[in-house]
């Protein structure tokens, strides 16, 4: 398992920008894929965007067009930009891994990771 920590979190005005980081403890591997999820207060776990070890990205629909996941392999780190943030977009995030390969949609399953980070909050209000 990894060690992983979310960084970045915070207030913005909707309309802002944040960017989330999320440090694992050692190099990813090859078969290593990640992804964010959030969770709100009162609701479960929803997926937010998935990056496979291959570097093919997947983005929940409400985040389209706004969020951007991407990695950095050699800095052992995890990205989200979230741009034109809205009041729903508030929660905490997690960042999380799976040494499994994406399959058939598994990628918004939290089930399927096997590593978990403590979480950040993000609030977005004016």
């Known amino acids: 398992q990894l060690q992983l920590v979310e960084s970045g979190g915070g207030w913005v005005q909707p309309g802002g920008s944040l960017r989330l980081s999320c440090a694992a403890s050692?190099?990813?591997?090859?078969?290593?894929?990640m992804a964010w999820f959030r969770q709100a207060p009162g609701k479960e776990r929803e997926f937010v965007a998935a990056?496979?070890?291959?570097?093919?990205?997947y983005h929940a629909d409400s985040v389209k067009g706004r969020f951007t996941i991407s990695r950095d392999n050699f800095q052992n780190t995890l990205y989200l930009q979230m741009n034109k943030l809205k009041p729903e977009d508030t929660a905490v995030y997690y960042c999380?891994?799976?040494?499994?390969?994406?399959?058939?949609?598994?990628?918004?399953?939290?089930?399927?990771?096997?590593?978990w980070g403590q979480g950040t909050q993000v609030t977005v209000s004016s």
């Open positions: 050692r190099r990813s591997g090859a078969s290593d894929s």
């Open positions: 990056i496979s070890y291959i570097g093919n990205t």
């Open positions: 999380a891994s799976t040494a499994r390969a994406y399959s058939n949609g598994s990628y918004v399953r939290p089930q399927i990771y096997d590593s």
